[in-house]
């Protein structure tokens, strides 16, 4: 499912859950691991010489940068029994910005770009990395904000939008190579327009398409994993009903966009809310035409 996973690590050491949760996906699915760490512009000058001079200085702070990561991640991962060989040559130090670098890199719809959430950070702040990240990459985004623990069910919300098949098969696929169960959550919301009051038999009827809908999806999934499948349709927020469905052991698969419109030119409120508050790890699996774009 995942030919490649790039690790994006950071001085603050968020990145270092990610790595954890990486290298045991890797152990899962057979796939390369690379940490990935960009490093600020460098000054530029018109001057040979002293371009020349922070050449040299620029090689060597890369090279220092790689070798405390180095040192780092060893460590994180011989404390979670994972050691691994020749950890040095999975680490790469560039210069650039890290958003672009990590998307430069995955640039295949089977590649995974894994990060560490900033769970200390304020209500509206997910980070800028990981922002942009959501909002470009051609490939599944995995957040890891808490420790790794192991995955035992997958838990996917459908929006019914034309991307939900796209995102289900990414969690009946994880699902399977996990042996993991699945559960399948919808959240209906009330619609509002303008008047901010609507016919209650005009919202029934809403309400029981959507059903129809969702049980559709449900029906097809049975077929393929009829043994450990669950099925939940709620009322509320998307983010918060997934977050009262999800539990100890789950990941949490969501797209990068739905019907909200709130934030939707970046990756959707609801997926941005499911990554911004969920006590789980989260999937990320971006919009069909952007994850073939460079395919």
């Known amino acids: 499912m995942f030919s490649r996973i790039f ?23 057979g796939s390369e691991v690379h940490f990935v760490h960009a490093i600020s512009m460098f000054w530029r000058s018109w001057s040979q010489a002293a371009m020349a001079a922070w050449e040299a200085t620029k090689v060597q702070s890369l090279a220092a940068r790689k070798q405390a990561f180095v040192q780092r991640l060893a460590a994180t991962l011989r404390c979670h029994d994972l050691p691994m060989d020749d950890i ?34 304020g209500f509206l702040h997910f980070g800028a990395t990981a922002r942009s990240v959501l909002a470009k990459a051609h490939c599944p985004v995995w957040i890891q904000s808490h420790d790794f623990e192991m995955l035992r069910r997958v838990t996917v919300g459908v929006d019914l939008s034309p991307q939900t098949d796209t995102v289900v098969r990414a969690a009946l696929e994880l699902a399977t190579r996990l042996g993991a169960s699945l559960k399948v959550v919808h959240a209906f919301e009330l619609p509002t327009l303008a008047s901010g009051i609507e016919p209650y038999f005009a919202v029934d009827q809403l309400r029981k398409d959507s059903m129809a809908a969702f049980e559709r999806i ?16 709620s009322d509320g927020e998307p983010w918060q009903v997934l977050q009262k469905q999800s539990r100890e052991g789950d990941v949490v698969v969501v797209g990068t966009h739905g019907h909200s419109a709130l934030l939707r030119t970046v990756i959707g409120s609801t997926a941005y809310r499911v990554c911004k508050h969920s006590l789980h790890p989260v999937m990320v699996v971006p919009m069909p035409e952007r994850a073939f774009r460079s395919a």
């Not at 690790?7 to 699915?29: H, K, N």
């Open 7 to 29: 690790v994006g690590i950071d001085r603050e050491g968020a990145g270092d859950r990610a790595a954890v949760a990486a290298v045991r996906l890797q152990q899962r699915f």
């Open 88 to 121: 040095e040559g999975l680490v790469e130090v560039k210069e650039g910005q890290p958003a672009e670098l990590l998307v430069q890199k995955a640039d295949r719809p089977t590649d995974l770009i894994a990060l560490g959430g900033h769970r200390e950070l």
């Open 218 to 233: 449900v029906a097809d999934l049975r077929t393929t994993y009829p043994s450990r499948l669950e099925a939940e349709f």
